[in-house]
């Protein structure tokens, strides 16, 4: 059983940053790719960014790639997402998911747990 926890979110004005981080416990999750997704009003839940498990490799979405760093601390047990120049399009729930036990980075299904998101608001 893997607990993720995020914070970080809040409102912050267009042009602005914000951390968010993702705490895992239960189970160590260094050993697995992990990812974040996030979920507008009214939409799909999609794909933002992925990090394989020693962090050497990354993956983004089209529509943050330049902007958003993801990151992670294994000895803290922890993944980090950095957003950068932040759009109101970017306003959403933020949720972790991992560990990534196999499948393609992008889909939902390739993950094993998910967080109980952060709310990001982007106000223009």
């Known amino acids: 059983q893997v607990q993720l926890v995020e914070s970080g979110g809040g409102l912050v004005q267009a042009g602005g940053s914000l951390r968010l981080s993702c705490a895992a416990s239960?189970?160590?999750?260094?050993?697995?790719?992990m990812g974040w997704f996030r979920q507008a009003p009214e939409k799909e839940r999609e794909f933002v960014a992925a990090?394989?498990?020693?962090?050497?490799?990354?993956y983004y979405a089209d529509s943050v790639k330049g902007r958003f760093t993801i990151s992670r601390d294994n000895a803290e047990n922890t993944v980090y997402l950095q957003m950068n120049s932040l759009k109101p399009e970017d306003t959403a729930v933020y949720y972790c998911?991992?560990?990534?036990?196999?499948?393609?980075?992008?889909?939902?299904?390739?993950?094993?747990?998910w967080g109980q998101g952060t709310q990001v608001t982007v106000s223009s």
């Open positions: 990090i394989s498990w020693s962090g050497g490799s990354t």
């Open positions: 998911a991992g560990p990534r036990y196999g499948g393609t980075y992008y889909l939902r299904s390739a993950y094993g747990y």
């Open positions: 239960g189970r160590t999750v260094s050993g697995y790719g």
